[in-house]
């Protein structure tokens, strides 16, 4: 299979004719090779989709709305096929991969109806006969850069809003998942996309990025990854004036109070710790528990991850698959050895899986620290990876205290059966997502999803508000009183530009 970009409506290799190989990272098995673009790629692509602009934006609304409409019955029927290809491309675990099918086409069907409201406002005007109002104006060209850990959900969180607002699009999926890249805008092109409205580029972000970025036919940069290259792509795009709306990291806790009902609260650790390998923007790297029952939710969750099974993710057996490559195994591994020298204890796993098929692939034992401190570098850091750091904490305070003390927040949740302690947290956590009784991971696409502080620069995904990111607000007055009125001027005033 050789996967290419896709520009003004056609499949094309890039003008380097370079290739870069798509692999299993749970064998090693090639799975196709990809066209690599480079800088002139980037600017077909731009000149494509700035072309196709002032065409696609006359296209009312509901019209590009049936178009998503379609594009969601597509991806509802290949909903298995796209699963499976996920799971060979980047190793989660098939029940998971359909989960990330299947919120892509929640997002497309749930934008798909903004094509009929996309509501501004109609206000009374402080003059008589003068009518006030609002309406949305497509950004322009939008820049879609997307990760790897949802290579279906992610790319229709920004390219959903921005289609059906009017903008057209260039995407750059991550070079670890083309295929569903590209199964992507089969998809959308099949639903009737005219041409140029969407244009892919495969291959690396830190070969094309930049100049995807700062290229002048690009109005809005959207990119979830890391919190340091969303700084980098804020500062090139900063000196442009250029919109930027970043989704980045997190370092998410979950709160276990004394009166909660722990094993509903293990099966949430174990879910959000470990899904997808941990590599997720909003999975649990820490545990906050009350010293009350520090010891039984250790020994229960030292329990459980010690029988995960760890395997290729289509295999029914499996509870988790591999991490995405060698250079995120060794990232993800190397935190081990520094939490043991800053004091921390492993309870369980800590190690690379190397033991028969596993070693053809990149697999991490599922991993409890104990003993973790809140300074402490696994305590701080965005690790992505099935790590978890169990902080202790004698009352609420001090757990909300330790959730608030690292530069993210993106996620939380807290068990307990104390309605006042719920609220309180709800009020003071300091994460853009707060579940109370449930895991850190699951938002819905219909509530904004995003975080505070270094997790983003403020925007959100999902819900109405994602239509603010990919649209302006036009005020709009119209005089019908047949004369001069001047507003905030007191009429009775007389000026010089009186008649």
């Not at 649990?284 to 459980?304: E, F």
């Not at 295999?315 to 800053?342: M, N, W």
């Not at 696994?378 to 099935?386: M, R």
């Amino acid at each position: 299979m050789h996967l290419q970009n896709y520009i003004d409506g056609r499949w094309v290799d890039s003008t380097s004719g370079e290739t870069f190989e798509d692999t299993d990272p749970a064998n090693g098995e090639m799975l196709a090779t990809a066209t690599k673009s480079v800088a002139a790629d980037v600017d077909r692509a731009v000149d494509a989709a700035r072309r196709a602009f002032d065409s696609w934006r006359l296209v009312p609304a509901p019209k590009r709305g049936e178009i998503l409409y379609r594009a969601g019955e597509i991806l509802l029927r290949r909903k298995d096929e796209l699963a499976r290809e996920m799971t060979r491309e980047m190793g989660k675990v098939l029940a998971e991969a359909r989960g990330d099918v299947q919120e892509g086409i929640d997002m497309t069907y749930y934008i798909a109806g903004e094509g009929r409201r996309q509501f501004g406002d109609v206000v009374p005007a402080e003059l008589p006969n003068k009518w006030a109002m609002s309406v949305r104006h497509p950004q322009g060209v939008v820049a879609a850069i997307t990760p790897w850990n949802f290579p279906l959900a992610i790319p229709t969180w920004k390219i959903m809003p921005a289609l059906v607002l009017g903008n057209t699009v260039v995407f750059k999926p991550a070079s670890y998942t083309p295929l569903l890249a590209v199964r992507l805008v089969e998809v959308l092109e099949e639903a009737g996309l005219p041409k140029g409205v969407l244009n892919l580029v495969l291959g690396s972000g830190s070969e094309l990025g930049d100049h995807l970025v700062t290229h002048p036919g690009i109005d809005l940069i959207s990119f979830t990854g890391s919190s340091e290259t969303g700084a980098h792509i804020s500062e090139l795009a900063g000196r442009l004036l250029k919109r930027v709306s970043c989704e980045l990291g997190g370092k998410n806790a979950i709160v276990v109070m004394d009166d909660a009902d722990l094993d509903l609260a293990i099966d949430g650790i174990v879910w959000s710790a470990f899904g997808t390998s941990g590599q997720r923007c909003t999975a649990a790297s820490r545990v906050i528990s009350h010293r009350g029952v520090a010891n039984d939710l250790i020994d229960r969750l030292v329990g459980r991850a010690k029988k995960l099974r760890l395997g290729h993710g289509l295999e029914d057996s499996t509870d988790i698959g591999p991490l995405v490559s060698k250079s995120q195994l060794e990232r993800v591994h190397s935190y081990i050895p520094v939490a043991e020298k800053e004091g921390a204890t492993i309870a369980a796993g800590g190690r690379v899986a190397r033991d028969g098929a596993l070693a053809k692939g990149f697999f991490h034992e599922p991993t409890v620290l104990v003993d973790v401190k809140p300074n402490m570098r696994v305590a701080q850091e965005e690790i992505f990876g099935p790590v978890t750091a169990v902080i202790e904490a004698s009352n609420l305070d001090e757990a909300i205290k330790v959730l608030n003390s690292t530069k993210y927040g993106l996620s939380c949740s807290i068990y307990t059966r104390n309605v006042n302690d719920a609220f309180r947290f709800l009020r003071d956590a300091e994460t853009g997502i707060v579940y109370v009784n449930a895991g850190t991971t699951g938002a819905e696409v219909q509530l904004p999803f995003g975080g505070m502080k270094s997790t983003g620069n403020g925007h959100r995904e999902a819900g109405r508000a994602a239509l603010d990111v990919y649209s302006e607000w036009k005020s709009i007055y119209i005089d019908y009183s047949g004369k001069l009125q001047r507003a905030q001027i007191d009429t009775a005033e007389k000026t010089g530009m009186a008649p």
